[in-house]
């Protein structure tokens, strides 16, 4: 029997066994650890199930306990009594006049109840906004119902009829109290230039300063404390400070602490409905001036903030320097404009005037800023159809977008969709990685990329992104054998996942997976082969994921140098 016989019936022994291994017995011991896999998945499942109903009954405690912690008193009959005297003192806090309450019925729901309360008064729009602050500052569960408001002028800031209606809501659970904040007395009489008060059963106040407390009509803040001497600003709030007399009460009030300044501001409802308050605030033109593009009609609506309505219809007059083409209504306050397809790119400044009725004097001159910009382009997404993705490999792929204002634009890229599991993408890159795990679905998933410029407005655009999730080949592709055909070495590659073989000579190239290479030196027991800038060496038995780096160098000299001499 010749050399060349001898090894062709090795091989062939060869192969007779691996796949007797392969079909017989591999399945007999690997069924019990794939079964025992899927019950390890299947109840990692279950575990998972159960954190996430931990987390939520959690998630629910903590808003029960922050509910019970800003409740009325739970007894609804304690919380009615309560809750009505508070909103009455802060009424009259609020300088309304003449509160009338009417008590609504308590309604439960389920481990609440229900507390409405109406308040009929009048006040201006100013005492109006300041209750509604105050409301807003105090941590009750509390919403507004209904707020009605009548003015009998349209001029000048008169006493609006109001009309308020509150619910309260008392908490089961909540800590028992027959008060709806702490108290104590004052310890001894007080002026109204004293800075420091002396108190008497003040247990349930903070031990940390600073904090507000009210006595009668006046807010106080106190700033320090020393056992129950207390240092205070007298006050707070816009109220005026009073003389108060021994055993008066002295009450919390668990507001925000500052200056008015710093407190919220008036609630929407109520902000400018009929008339001018005269602490408004200064006069000045507004407008939402977006930015004007080169090329294209721009317009913006001016108005005057606290025109004083004795000054009649405010009239609207651009003044000089104003660029050509730029209109201006007098009446309506419309500004518009098409800037030419050359005007200078930046900030321009525009002049504009309001005058009143027969005046001929402006009331106010201000210079509007606007920012002139080019064009915006839309940027466009360059996406192939499919994108291969191997299980259990990571994985990454760089989406690229054209946009002919760059680099004057920036570029953001977002995913949206049914986002597989793991799969990020770097927003200022643009580039999408994944890591898929074993458990993972084969088949395609798709998400839509978004790419957004940074021009105003922002342009966009969106694109399918299709990924094929495939088993890695590569993997299961082993080094399995050389031959000999016609004096020239041939290497197999044989995928076990799909029983396919592969046949590559020297000078040949091959794709498996993601791994690409061409075949360098075929040697009995090994396979030299070139990807990309590193050459790699395949041991006989190896797969294709276990190739390790070699250098060229060694190649060389350790084979043909330039890969054309015939083996035998």
């Known amino acids: 029997m010749t050399q060349r016989e001898k090894r062709l019936a090795t091989l062939g022994a060869g192969t007779l066994a691996v796949t007797l291994v392969y079909y017989v017995l591999l399945p007999m011991f690997l069924a019990p650890l794939r079964d025992r896999d899927a019950t390890i998945a299947s109840t990692r499942v279950i575990v998972e199930g159960l954190d996430d109903k931990e987390i939520g009954l959690l998630s629910a405690q903590r808003r029960l306990n922050e509910s019970r912690d800003n409740s009325l008193p739970p007894n609804p009959v304690d919380a009615q009594r309560e809750y009505q005297e508070w909103l009455t003192d802060l009424a009259l806090l609020s300088n309304w006049r003449e509160p009338k309450i009417t008590l609504g019925s308590r309604t439960p729901r389920g481990a609440m109840t229900a507390i409405p309360i109406t308040i009929e008064a009048h006040a201006t729009l100013d005492?109006?906004?300041?209750?509604?602050?105050?409301l807003e500052a105090t941590p009750l569960m509390q919403r507004v119902v209904h707020l009605q408001l009548d003015s009998p002028s349209f001029?000048?800031?008169?006493?609006?009829?109001?009309?308020?209606?509150?619910?309260?809501?008392?908490?089961?659970?909540?800590a028992p109290r027959t008060r709806l904040f702490p108290t104590a007395e004052l310890a001894e009489d007080v002026d109204a230039d004293d800075t420091t008060l002396t108190v008497r059963n003040a247990g349930g106040f903070p031990k940390q300063s600073?904090?507000?407390?009210?006595?009668?009509?006046?807010?106080?803040?106190?700033?320090?404390?020393?056992?129950?001497?207390?240092?205070?600003?007298?006050?707070?709030?816009?109220?005026?400070?009073?003389?108060?007399?021994?055993?008066?009460?002295?009450?919390?009030?668990?507001?925000?602490?500052?200056?008015?300044?710093?407190?919220?501001?008036?609630?929407?409802?109520v902000h400018r409905l009929f008339v001018r308050a005269p602490d408004a605030g200064p006069l000045q033109i507004t407008a939402d001036l977006k930015s004007a593009v080169r090329g294209t009609e721009w317009t913006a609506e001016l108005k005057v903030q606290n025109w004083d309505p004795q000054s009649g219809t405010p009239e609207y007059r651009l003044g000089s320097g104003t660029p050509a083409g730029m209109t201006l209504d007098a009446r309506s306050g419309t500004l518009k404009w098409t800037p030419p397809a050359d005007y200078a790119i930046g900030k321009l400044s525009v002049p504009v005037a309001v005058l009143g009725d027969g005046v001929d004097e402006p009331v106010i001159e201000q210079n509007l800023q606007i920012d002139v910009r080019r064009p915006n382009t839309a940027p466009q997404l360059e996406t192939p159809e499919t994108l291969d993705v191997w299980l259990g490999r990571p994985w990454e792929y760089t989406v690229t977008a054209i946009d002919s204002d760059l680099p004057n634009d920036k570029l953001t890229y977002s995913v949206a969709g049914e986002v597989p599991e793991g799969l990020q993408i770097n927003g200022e890159t643009g580039v999408v990685s994944w890591s898929?795990?074993?458990?993972?679905?084969?088949?395609?998933?798709?998400?839509?990329?978004?790419?957004?410029?940074?021009?105003?407005p922002s342009e966009t655009d969106t694109r399918t992104l299709t990924m094929r999730l495939t088993d890695d080949n590569a993997l299961y592709t082993y080094f399995v054998g050389t031959v000999i055909d016609k004096g020239k070495p041939e290497a197999w590659l044989y995928d076990r996942s799909t029983n396919q073989r592969t046949v590559v000579r020297e000078g040949e190239e091959f794709r498996i997976a993601d791994v690409t290479g061409k075949v360098v030196r075929i040697r009995e027991n090994g396979l030299d082969v070139e990807s990309g800038d590193q050459t790699y060496r395949l041991e006989l038995g190896q797969n294709l994921r276990s190739w390790t780096p070699t250098s060229t160098e060694d190649v060389r000299v350790n084979g043909d140098p330039d890969g054309s001499s015939d083996r035998s």
Do not use: Y
Not at 127 to 134: G, I, K, S
Not at 441 to 456: P, R, W, Y
């Open 127 to 134: 005492d109006v906004n300041r209750f509604l602050r105050r």
């Open 155 to 174: 001029d000048g800031n008169p006493q609006l009829a109001v009309e308020l209606t509150m619910e309260g809501i008392a908490v089961a659970g909540a």
């Open 210 to 269: 600073p904090f507000i407390i009210r006595l009668e009509h006046e807010l106080v803040e106190v700033q320090s404390i020393a056992d129950d001497t207390w240092d205070v600003v007298r006050g707070a709030d816009g109220t005026s400070a009073a003389k108060h007399a021994e055993s008066d009460t002295v009450e919390l009030t668990p507001m925000r602490v500052g200056p008015v300044a710093d407190q919220p501001h008036p609630l929407p409802i």
């Open 436 to 456: 898929p795990s074993a458990e993972a679905n084969l088949g395609e998933s798709q998400v839509e990329i978004t790419v957004a410029d940074s021009g105003d």
